[in-house]
């Protein structure tokens, strides 16, 4: 690994993701010594005039955590004496200026270190903001130490609004930097269970023939949440779920569950196979959609009173490859529902010449569950223990809370930003992938726009409107029993 100085600079330290993801993301990484005291600085950037010691405030109770070890105290208190605070605005020269010498100066006092100098952005901020800032990076915040390092630009979602703007959005930003200095980050490929598709499918003999047209009949990607908008009104009715959580988050798991072996483990050879996966997906039919909004969304000060943004759709991809011709992708995703689990679910075809009349019992189906409580689990047919020959569904069953006792899974956050200090951009989104991905989605989000299609309403703790289990139903999915 790199040695010498790491600065490591939140832009939007007092907003909500910094405090509730990026802090203590960081100092888990901190905690578990990935990040060394005699070399890492941090720094906060904002508009918002506080001084250091009120930022290190704000985000001690999200460091503390339900947790009142006094190991754990000790360590919040050495991490926080690591963070400085720089207030300015995201277009300010002056403000950017100072930035610049607080890091040059932690920089010199580390001077002692063999090494180069890393700096990484991390910008917690909206995407319309991003133009200005990473102006102001390039313009006084570069990496300027003769023993080399590097600088790194972390952007969040929603990268744009739709094809155009992102492209936009990415022109601009790539006039700035190369795309190897920019990490467009998407929490869910930092999830564990996201992490270990390809090794399940490409590491397993079982599924390598069964992945397939030949024998998948539909496969669904869920995401569901048992809670509303929530204080993010105002952001998230600008946006609605297709852009806050399919079109990147499931659309990025499509591609890990569709796409064909990559040459190597490389990420330009991974991220290769991801966007021919999205080339390859067919124009969204309307009559394949179901959108929905629960009914108190709009009570919300912050929403709109006529808003037409949905909090719920479900959207049936299609793609045109050797593969999966034929296979519907249903991708479903909603605010406000009975739960909260994400969820990929690998419907098999019915058994040919079925002697045992097992149809009834459900077809077979391997289940991954992303959260909560990670685990895998097949359903499958098997004899109903006893006398009679009858059969029942069952399931072979690896949860990882039992599985792997005392195993801590790391948070996506803490391992993307590991990946973005060891430079590797495996999981984080190329500038032609992000393309191809909004490609799929703007049409369908004009039509929604320009309000030619319109959300059904639902209530706040249901399964959504009843009209996304018929079109499940029309998909070809076969609802199963147990689990
Ligand atoms: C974010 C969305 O990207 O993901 C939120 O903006 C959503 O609306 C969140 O709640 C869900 O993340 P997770 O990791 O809790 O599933």
Redesign the pocket.
């Known amino acids: 690994p790199e040695t010498g100085c790491l600065s490591i600079i939140v832009l939007g330290a007092s907003g909500d993701l910094a405090k509730k993801k990026t802090f203590p993301a960081l100092f888990n990484l901190y905690r578990q010594g990935f990040l060394q005291s005699n070399e890492v600085h941090i720094f906060g950037y904002a508009r918002t005039k506080i001084s250091t010691d009120e930022l290190r405030d704000r985000i001690h109770k999200y460091l503390v955590h339900g947790k009142s070890d006094s190991e754990h105290s000790e360590d919040v208190s050495k991490f926080l004496q690591l963070l400085k605070y720089v207030s300015g605005s995201y277009d300010s020269v002056d403000g950017f200026r100072l930035l610049d010498k607080e890091i040059s100066e932690h920089e010199i006092s580390k001077n002692s270190l063999e090494g180069s100098s890393r700096r990484l952005f991390y910008l917690a901020l909206p995407p319309s903001v991003y133009p200005p800032v990473c102006k102001m990076i390039k313009h006084c915040c570069m990496n300027k130490s003769d023993l080399g390092g590097w600088t790194r630009i972390v952007v969040e ?1 929603p990268f744009g609004k739709d094809l155009e703007s992102a492209e936009n959005l990415s022109t601009q930003l790539g006039n700035l930097f190369d795309e190897p200095q920019l990490y467009r980050i998407d ?2 490929l930092g ?1 564990e269970l996201v992490q270990n598709l390809l090794v399940l499918r490409f590491a397993n003999r079982f599924f390598l023939p069964l992945w397939n047209r030949d024998n998948i009949d539909n496969i669904q990607i869920v ?1 569901r ?1 048992d809670f509303g ?1 929530e204080g ?1 009104g105002g952001y ?1 009715d600008e946006y609605g779920i297709i852009r ?2 399919i079109q ?2 499931l659309l990025q798991v499509l591609c890990l569950v569709a796409m064909e072996k990559p040459v190597s483990l490389k990420p330009e050879h991974i991220r290769d196979e991801k966007v021919k996966v999205l080339q390859s997906v067919l124009p969204i039919k309307p009559e394949e959609v179901v959108l929905g909004q629960y009914d108190s969304y709009r009570d919300d000060p912050t929403v709109a009173d006529d808003s037409n943004t949905p909090t719920f759709a479900t959207v049936v991809l299609r793609i045109h490859n050797e593969r999966w011709e034929g296979v519907p992708f249903i991708l479903k995703a909603g ?1 406000a529902l009975n739960s909260r689990k ?1 969820e990929i679910r690998v419907q098999f075809k019915d058994v040919p010449g079925d002697i045992f009349r097992s149809k009834k019992q459900g077809r077979n189906e391997f289940v991954i569950r ?2 909560p409580s990670e685990a895998m689990y097949m359903k499958l047919t098997v004899k109903q223990p006893g006398l009679e020959m009858s059969t029942i569904q069952s399931e072979l069953d690896l949860s990882y809370g039992q599985r792997y006792q005392g195993v801590t899974i790391p948070e ?1 956050y803490e391992r993307l930003i590991l990946d973005t200090i060891r430079g590797d951009q495996q999981h984080f989104v190329r500038r032609d992938e992000l393309r191809a991905a909004w490609e799929i989605f703007t049409p369908l989000l004009h039509k929604i726009d320009d309000g030619e299609l319109k959300p059904l309403p639902y209530k706040p703790g249901s399964r959504g409107p009843v009209e996304a289990d018929e079109l499940l139903a029309k998909a070809g999915y076969v609802q199963t029993h147990g689990y």
């Open positions: 979602k929490h869910y999830k995401f949440e908008t993010r998230f806050d959580i990147n988050h605010k994400a992303l959260q996506a």
